[in-house]
């Protein structure tokens, strides 16, 4: 996408297209559990939504979504990633980027499409060819020496949101030292906490998209 | 040699390539539900199962509708009709399905590379005049790059075999080296399917029950890794 917000279409023409935001991150990490936080604040907002999803094995997350209430059902197209999440948001995204292409005509008003990946390892990246903007989701549950394995889902993400703070206390993991490392090992690039049951974070999450991807503040 | 003579091989090894994106990871084209029931539990089974998908549904249907494709290339309404003919030849859903999305994979990368006749045909599908069909794209596009009729059906061929082999590896029910085994092994039916006879477009078909049954099934199934 140009910074005009227009999308050059596989059949050649310009039109109006939605930012799109990858959401990425290990299995259970709450890619699915943010994106239902973010939808009804964007939504609050008069921002248009739409998701694709990229369950593993089921269509858990679409089903989900599709069942939430948040987000009309039309609006979240699930993708199968053949047992290969990466490859399907990175080597090669053209299932995603039809999906994609596919939401944007049938929803032209749509001002942001997310793409969840299926869950997987910190080596997870998405193509700047499927994706304009992508977000890293880790979770304190996982550890607190994830950000010092500086996988590149880590390194390289436009975001990484640290998910789960309520639960870094009880299995002994220090969140005021992931966020930390974070911010070193990216160099001081954007990183957030988020709790998704308390909706704590979520506010400025949607503010550094705002500010990064949707400018809807300009 | 003439430079265009030079390049083609290399072409033709770019765009048979599994690394190009065509969409193939995400598609089993039947094995997982075949798979998951226990009915394809070996080497031999994907041995079986791929031999039946190149001979009596990929040299009988695809083929034909690709080479005919290749023939008309610049004939947009014998390809509507070559396209329509493949839409009403294939009885599953996610047959369907995946031959379009194939397609369409397929035509948005060609779109970028500014390969000849992708962005007319890339538009007739988004207008509603073509379904996009795997194979007739395929003709298409390989003959707007110069790859003549044996290529192009080979290279499909190859595709299809190496999608197959790597959706059973990533199933878990062959290794690697048994997919190499089996892609070796079958060389031959698949060399000697493109020497048969093309037929006319009207007596295209395939018979491929079990593979059919089983792309019928797994519309239904909750546990899918592929999308058909």
Known sequence: MNDTGLRLQASGGLQKSAARIGIGGPVGSGKTALIECLIPDLVSRGIEVAVVTNDLVTKEDAKRLQNSGLISPDRVLPVEAGACPHTIIREDPSLNIAAADKLNSSFPELDVIFIESGGDNLASTFSLDLVDYWMFVIDTGAGDDIPRKKGPGIIRSDLLVVNKIDIGPYVGANVDLIKQEAVEVRNHRPTLLTDCKRKIGIDLLVEQLIQDVLFTDV | ?228
């Open chain 2, 1 to 228: 040699m003439t430079k265009d003579n030079k390049i083609i091989p290399l072409m033709l090894l770019q765009h048979s390539d599994s690394a190009f994106p065509s969409g193939a990871v995400s598609f089993s084209w039947g094995l997982e539900t075949l798979v998951n029931r226990g009915i394809v539990n070996k080497a031999d089974d994907v041995q079986a199962f791929l031999n039946a998908h190149l001979t009596a549904r990929w040299a009988s249907l695809d083929r034909i509708m690709l080479v005919h494709a290749h023939q008309s290339w610049n004939d947009p309404d014998r390809i509507a009709w070559l396209d329509t003919l493949t839409e009403a030849q294939s009885l599953s859903a996610e047959q369907r399905q995946g031959s379009r999305q194939m397609g369409a994979a397929m035509l948005q990368m060609h779109c970028k590379l500014g390969t000849k006749r992708a962005k007319e045909i890339s538009t007739a599908i988004s207008e509603g005049k073509l379904y996009g069909h795997v194979s007739v794209v395929q003709g298409v596009l390989w003959r707007a790059l110069n790859f003549d009729s044996y290529q192009a059906q080979s290279m499909a061929a190859h595709g299809l075999s190496t999608a197959v082999l790597s959706a059973a590896v990533r199933l878990s029910v062959i290794g690697h080296e048994d997919a190499q085994r089996i892609h070796s092994v079958l060389l031959p039916a698949v060399a000697a399917a493109l020497q048969k006879p093309v037929s006319e477009p009207e007596e295209a078909h395939s018979f491929a029950p079990q593979i059919e049954i089983a792309s019928m099934m797994h519309e239904m199934d909750e546990m899918r890794l592929f999308m058909n």
